[in-house]
């Protein structure tokens, strides 16, 4: 795949920016490029090629492997190979698995190369309306503030459109902007922030603040999870603002197996105020 250009430079994004960026860049890209808003000859090529570049960039481990081979890892008649199904390795609490599922990067063959309808992500950000000859007649549009956990975990809200009581049931991952198509209307969601938990696409980032003496000795700390509460090793000598990743404690892929992972950034906490005793103990660990 020598002539395709690199997804990123499509995008107009670098290799450091987040998950967030990216999809913002493919709002913006794909919006002025749609075929039936742009006239130019080359609009719906560039257009399935900014999806293109959306559909790898927008999921992790496809991100991973572009970032480590490039075009070349999607392109079947590559051969790429060397990892073994269901490769693991350990790093202090918690277990790190790579599995091939029958190919080298952990996606079925069905994704190298086999991209998706892009006008399908498309409307999956837009929904239908807007314009585009696409898609079929408008249909009214209600935006629903929802609950953090409900974005996540799922579940169902009860409202009232044109007089009718009506159930809508939120899927676990949705996220802004996520839209459900119904009969007669479509629902979008606005998610509330949460008081602990940050979102990341489908990662979740979390503060845990831990005093001084911890940070030196080491504990064991159990922390809330949008599931379940964990158990995490603070190990000795851990600094302030080290990562702990817990795998697939984030947020469930919307509409596929799997999630995302949950990151917890230890904050050391310094005592502002000491006991002439602690003083004490301080000084002679400065001296030591």
């Known amino acids: 795949m020598p002539d395709k250009q690199d997804y990123y430079e499509l995008l107009g994004v670098t290799r ?38 959306y559909e790898v960039l927008s999921d992790s481990k496809k991100r991973q492997t572009y970032d480590q081979f490039g075009h070349a890892a999607f392109d079947p008649a590559s051969g790429f190979g060397g990892f073994s199904k269901g490769q693991t390795y350990r790093q202090g609490p918690f277990s790190y698995t790579y599995s091939s599922g029958g190919s080298p990067f952990g996606f ?12 399908e992500i498309f409307e999956s950000f837009f929904g239908q309306g807007g314009g585009f000859g696409r898609r079929g007649p408008s249909k ?17 809200v009860t409202v009232v459109i044109s007089g009718k009581e009506r159930k809508i049931k939120v899927p676990a991952g949705a996220d802004d902007g996520t ?33 001084m ?55 050391v906490e310094i005592p502002e105020r000491l006991t002439s005793r602690q003083r004490e103990l301080m000084e002679e660990f400065r001296t030591n």
């Not at 079925?108 to 006008?119: I, K, N, Q, V, Y």
Request: no cysteine.
């Open 16 to 53: 450091s920016s987040s998950a967030e960026e990216i999809k913002r860049a493919y709002r913006k890209k794909a919006l002025e490029f749609h075929p039936d808003k742009n006239k130019s000859s080359d609009a719906e090529k560039v257009f399935k090629q900014i999806n293109e570049a």
């Open 108 to 119: 079925g063959a069905e994704d190298l190369g086999g991209f998706s309808d892009p006008f």
């Open 140 to 156: 009214p549009h209600y935006s629903l503030k929802v609950d953090f956990m409900d974005a996540v975990r799922g579940g169902e």
């Open 179 to 211: 839209r459900v198509r119904y009969q007669d209307f479509d629902v979008s969601f606005d998610v509330k922030p949460h008081p602990v938990f940050r979102r990341d696409g489908n990662d979740i980032v979390s503060e845990l603040k831990i005093p």
């Open 213 to 267: 003496v911890d940070a030196v000795l080491g504990r064991d700390i159990e922390v809330e999870t949008v599931e379940s509460p964990v158990k995490i090793r603070i190990r000795p000598g851990t600094q302030s603002n080290t990562l702990i990743r817990l795998k697939d404690k984030g947020v469930p892929f919307l509409n596929r197996r799997g999630r995302g992972d949950h990151y917890v950034r230890i904050i």
